[in-house]
């Protein structure tokens, strides 16, 4: 591949000091326990820096290490070869499995990070392939990468960072929205909308106006219908296994909204479907809702987490009469619907949070390749139109 004038092709031992690292003897118990951390390729892979560390260490644990400065780059040498991260501060080292770069001066730590990033490939078919594959540091030493002048190398990890942070900004809200979606749903399922007095009942107190009712006269569950994959015709009608649709075929027998729940497989998995579905044999489905609301009714199944009611050690599978006759709790079909409203709004967000985050996952992608081929060149980026900004 031909690169651009000012491009060089660089020796991965031309570009810093490569470190391979090493534990510390297991039986000195003073090497261990502190604030310095020893990472494993475990704590690879988790996000540009890493965070986390296989074993803490003493001071004089790591006096037996190789102090690596912030934002050495780390690359997995034995078993899963290619695993990557940074050190975020300077007290850290890393153990045999990890060949450390400190780069030099004249390379961009972070570029040479999403270079190796863009050729995890390369470190992979440089790997000694034995019963473990093992990318010792001569060969990585020998790794040829193409590099552009330092000023591109540094623009280009800026614009792949601030990506990336934007997909761990979306991750972070997801992750806080499916909290408060917890919290809500336990304060929903508890207290009810309205604010009333609760009463003592044969299941412990509920909000004064909900009634308890046999599990079968809120909803009635039925085994799905088996469809094997030659008996599948094209459609698109979707198919309902265990953990959503498995596929698609041209008829349905049950008609949306409706509700499945793992039966086989993933036990007591509740999956949702607006429109008309098939049901397989590993699921059950709402035969009857009893004229309460289906969405209440979703969010109510996956609250009782009906997987405690599975039997069977080998092949576990949820048995509908082992919990028909459990006692519940069940608001009006009035409360019923504000209860799924409000729960609704909550799951709108966080499906529009992953719509985002997947955007710029699939944009992470695009731009790596094409910035490391210079099929585009980081200076001809519109980032605004991209929906991105950068301090310059």
């Known amino acids: 591949m ?3 004038d ?6 991965v031992a031309s570009l810093g000091q490569i470190v391979t690292g090493r534990t510390p003897s297991t039986s000195r118990s003073e090497f261990y326990g502190g604030e310095y951390k020893l990472i494993s390729p475990a704590n690879l892979d988790d996000g540009k820096y890493v ?23 780390l690359v997995g040498c034995i078993g899963n070869v290619g695993k990557l991260g940074m050190t975020c501060d300077q007290y850290s080292a890393t153990n045999q499995q990890i060949n450390a770069l400190i780069c030099a001066d004249g390379c961009d730590p972070h570029f040479v990070y999403y270079r190796f990033y863009n050729d995890r490939a390369l470190l992979e078919s440089q790997a000694v392939k034995t019963t473990v594959p093992i990318l010792n540091k001569t060969n990585f030493g020998d790794l040829e990468l193409p590099l552009p002048p ?7 990890a800026a614009v792949l960072s601030l990506v990336q942070r934007v997909i761990e900004q979306q991750e972070r809200l997801i992750a806080l929205t499916t909290e408060l979606k917890k919290a809500l749903t336990h304060k929903l399922f508890t207290e009810g909308t309205r604010a009333e007095p609760q009463k003592e009942t044969e299941i412990g107190l509920v909000p ?65 479907y607006s429109d008309d579905f098939w049901p397989h044999n590993t699921c059950l489905y709402v035969k009857d809702f009893n004229g309460n609301d289906a969405r209440f009714a979703g969010y109510y199944l996956d609250r ?13 599978t949820l048995d509908r009469n082992s919990f028909r006759k459990m006692q519940i709790a069940v608001p009006d079909h009035s409360e019923q619907k504000d209860i799924a409203d409000s729960l609704d709004s909550i799951d709108s967000a966080r499906t529009a949070m992953g719509k985002k985050r997947d955007t710029f996952i699939n944009l992470f992608r695009t731009l790596l390749h094409q910035l490391m081929t210079a099929e585009i060149r980081v200076n001809d980026l519109d980032l605004k139109e991209l929906g991105l900004d950068i301090e310059e």
């Open 6 to 11: 000012g491009w060089e092709i660089r020796r």
């Open 208 to 272: 004064g106006r909900w009634v308890v009712v046999d599990f079968e006269k809120f909803v009635v569950l039925q085994r799905g219908k088996d469809l094997t994959k030659a008996n599948f015709r094209p459609g698109s009608v979707p198919v309902a296994g265990s953990n959503g649709v498995i596929g698609f075929h041209d008829k349905a027998i049950v008609h949306g909204p409706g509700i499945t729940v793992g039966r086989s497989g993933s036990v007591g998995k509740v999956t949702f």
């Open 51 to 73: 965070r986390t560390y296989h074993k803490s260490l003493s001071y004089r644990g790591f006096q037996e290490c190789h102090s690596l400065p912030k934002d050495t780059v």
């Open 304 to 316: 009782l987490d009906l997987s405690r009611f599975k039997t069977g050690a080998s092949v576990p």
């Open 150 to 156: 330092l000023p591109e190398q540094r623009r280009i």
């Open 2 to 4: 031909e690169f651009p």
